[in-house]
């Protein structure tokens, strides 16, 4: 069994996190229910997260162990913001390393960024398809690369680019109304 330490944020693939969605036929008042496996958010900066309070730490381990019950236990690959706790999760990132894209490789992305940015690609094969794809667990995710400010600077540009086109689209149904109609 190995054992890390997270030092960043990171969406893990926990087994038994799910996302149930209902929905009701109005003709025949019958139930849909699916049920999606999700990953869980766990951040170390956040005290509600953490599953050792006393070192203000989560740890997160590859297979349940009863000498460490309160291990949080995930499925996939370790990321680069994960502290190897023991030899095992020392080899397994070892191991792992290789695959880890260097951040200057990625275009100016960092991991993290770089993952987001495939589970995005996923995302839209996936729409254009309409047909969901049978795959492994969603891959371990580190959010150490989402710079606080960039992002507010982002909100701020979408925020300006709606309200501009807000006003071309008043702007083309006034030109439009005021416009003379041809009747036939």
Known sequence: MARWKLTDSHYLAVPGTEWEYKETNRETNRQARKVYEVPVYLNPKDSADWNYPRDEAIIVSNK????????????????????????????????????????????????????????????????????????????????????????????????????????????LAAATTNSPVRRL
């Open 64 to 171: 349940f162990d009863p000498a460490y019950p309160r291990d949080i236990v995930f499925r996939g690959t370790p990321t680069p913001d994960m502290e190897p706790l023991d030899d095992e999760a020392q080899a397994v990132s070892d191991a792992e390393r290789s695959k880890w894209i260097h951040p200057i490789e990625a275009l100016n992305m960092t991991y993290s960024e770089s993952r987001l940015s495939e589970f995005e690609r996923n995302i839209a094969e996936l729409m254009a398809k309409g047909v969901p794809k049978a795959s492994g667990p969603m891959p371990s995710l580190s959010l150490s690369g989402v710079d606080p400010a960039a992002f507010e600077r982002m909100q701020q540009q979408i925020a300006t680019l709606m309200e501009q086109n807000a006003k071309l689209e008043n702007k």
